[in-house]
């Protein structure tokens, strides 16, 4: 139930993340909910399609269709005065938040399913950060592959650091909490002090 609450929050603020982008204003209502369930769901999307699970996680359990779709309502109509105090700052906290939590968890259910620690982390790594992408796909904006900031990153990184704290015998508990909290201050840091890659790892 924990676990669910969580990712049920999480999902809120994917989707509010995409609903209240200025790049929305002057679409209709139909297309910006869209844009947020996409944004909310396309990445756990991607990871089950590709895992070939048989079903989609929100195929399976409705609680997160439900979820995007209705966040994304809201938000249409509460975006405007959402922009007016600047909720854009909590939803950039909440969207570092969330990729921590999906990433870590399903980088942890994967590890306790026997999955290699290299899939168990690209699975992580895609559920956080897919939804983003299409979401920038969608409103022509630079995504994560045509741009130099540091997105995935702290997301890979941290999905390692749990599996190496759990080939050292860490708890499974521990371990989490020390992971999810390594990407949401890493990622907050990136995005405060806006640090991109070096040039000496970009391609010339």
């Known amino acids: ?73 809201i938000g249409f109509f509460l975006a405007p005065h959402l922009r007016k105090i600047k909720a854009e700052r909590l939803i950039v906290v909440l969207d570092a938040i969330g990729i921590a939590m999906f990433s870590v968890l399903v980088t942890k259910n994967m590890v306790a399913e026997h999955y290699a620690g290299y899939v168990a982390v690209t699975m992580g790594m ?32 941290g999905c390692y650091l749990y599996i190496l704290q759990i080939k050292f015998s860490i708890s499974p508990n521990i371990a989490t909490l020390t992971s999810i909290s390594f990407i949401i201050i890493v990622r907050m840091y990136i995005v405060i002090k806006k640090i991109t890659f070096p040039n000496w790892l970009l391609l010339k």
């Open 1 to 73: 139930m924990l676990i669910h609450t969580i990712e049920i929050i999480c999902i809120v603020a994917f989707a509010l993340s995409a609903v209240i982008s200025e790049a929305n204003i002057g679409k209709d209502i139909v297309s910006v909910m869209v844009l947020g369930w996409i944004t909310a769901l396309g990445g756990g999307t991607v990871r089950d399609i590709i895992l070939s699970t048989g079903q989609v996680f929100w195929i399976r359990d409705p609680s997160y269709f439900w979820t995007a779709l209705i966040t994304s309502f």
């Open 126 to 157: 895609i559920t956080a950060v897919f939804g983003g992408v299409l979401r920038d796909v969608i409103l022509a904006r630079p995504t994560m592959f045509n741009n130099t900031e540091f997105y995935a990153s702290p997301v890979i990184i």
